[in-house]
């Protein structure tokens, strides 16, 4: 492994994993250091919690060649998280952990909502959503600011998305999470077939599916 002590780094002592490394934005010389040095190494954890070992590329012609060559290095196998604790892949499989074409068809779907076109229709809207969860945040004097603005936006725009009560937005919040270390534990251990809390929003997504063709917000 290189012994290359530039800027401090070595192959065996950089570390791109602990959240530390990014309280002040992204660790701009390591990842420099190792496209330069170690474009593919193998990162080991070196924390309390950090994940066992993991590879990791970064130059930017690697990255795309892996990311083209899905019969390689699927995201579909194992899904696509570093800290995955996924009990069942098909219950949980994000868009990310497909493979082409399914994925390639999904994303096809999803896409034809966020084209520039329909950005700049939406952006009026939230911009407005932005000013009323604000001023109510300012003229309330003290609020807790997650709960009150960072988590509301969000939430209203995907409720407005999937034509989603906007008043229920909370309710799919909590629905799609599970509550405490034992009913994760319990997600964990769920068998096939059995359903995860999330699906819940599934299905209240296929009900008002209509709802958000017919009246889009």
Same mark, same amino acid.
Request: hydrophobic share 50%.
């Given at each position: 492994m290189s012994t290359d002590i530039s800027n401090g780094f070595t192959a065996d002592s950089i570390d791109i994993q602990s959240a530390d490394q990014y309280v002040n934005g992204p660790p701009h010389d390591a990842f420099t250091w190792l496209r330069d040095n170690a474009p593919v190494i193998r990162h080991d954890g070196m924390n309390d919690g950090d994940i066992e070992w993991f590879w990791a590329l970064t130059r930017h012609a690697d990255i795309?060649?892996?990311?083209?060559?899905?019969?390689?290095?699927?995201?579909?196998?194992?899904?696509? =998280? +570093?800290?995955d604790q996924r009990g069942n892949m098909e219950e949980t499989r994000l868009l990310v952990d497909i493979d082409p074409p399914e994925h390639t068809r999904m994303r096809s779907l999803v896409n034809r909502g966020f084209t520039p076109r329909a950005i700049k229709l939406m952006a009026d809207n939230y911009a407005n959503v932005t000013t009323q969860l604000v001023t109510e945040a300012v003229a309330a004097g003290e609020v807790e600011f997650v709960t009150s603005v960072a988590a509301e936006l969000? =939430? +209203?725009a995907i409720a407005q998305m999937l034509g989603i009560p906007v008043e229920d937005r909370n309710k799919v919040f909590e629905w799609s999470k599970p509550h405490d270390r034992h009913q994760r534990r319990r997600l964990l251990r769920r068998p096939r077939g059995r359903h995860c809390s999330g699906n819940r929003t599934v299905r209240v997504c296929r009900r008002t599916g209509c709802r958000s063709t017919q009246h889009p917000a």
């Open positions: 795309t060649e892996v990311s083209r060559q899905f019969q390689t290095w699927s995201s579909a196998a194992e899904g696509v =998280l +570093i800290a969000p =939430l +209203i």
